[in-house]
């Protein structure tokens, strides 16, 4: 009887785990339709290159941060399926940040990504943003 209350508590934490809320954070985005502009409080913006992503093609991810914005922190993670990260590394270039990076192709046609974004403001108070877009498997 132990073993077959383990084996149910165990499945138990494993479907928690698996759930798609749990990786899911409180976001501070306006309501942002995928791949589009974004407008966030505090005068912050986030869009993409190019709105047509395909997994495995470059593409860039743009930024407009106060300007006193400062250690910025970013990653992407899959939301329709977890697949492990991917570190961004933002660049300044005039008043954008910029960062280079592709997905991983998976086995859904269309996944969702969830960009993790964290700054400090002027006076060290962190913040951050939440960014989503979906690549298309046009293959």
Request: aromatic share 12%; charged share 20%.
């Amino acid at each position: 009887m132990r073993t077959s209350l383990f084996t149910v508590f165990l499945f138990s934490v494993f479907l928690a785990a698996c759930d798609s809320q749990s990786i899911e954070e409180d976001s501070t985005s306006t309501s942002c339709e995928n791949n589009r502009h974004c407008y966030y409080p505090n005068n912050a913006e986030a869009w993409l290159s190019n709105p047509d992503i395909s997994p495995e093609t470059p593409f860039a991810i743009n930024l407009k941060l106060p300007n006193e914005a400062k250690n910025l922190a970013a990653k992407l993670e899959g939301v329709t399926m977890y697949m492990g990260f991917i570190p961004l590394q933002f660049k300044r270039k005039g008043q954008v940040w910029v960062a280079d990076t592709m997905v991983g192709a998976c086995s859904e046609p269309v996944m969702t990504w969830k960009m993790t974004l964290t700054y400090n403001t002027v006076d060290n108070q962190p913040r951050t943003l939440f960014y989503y877009f979906d690549s298309i498997q046009t293959r």
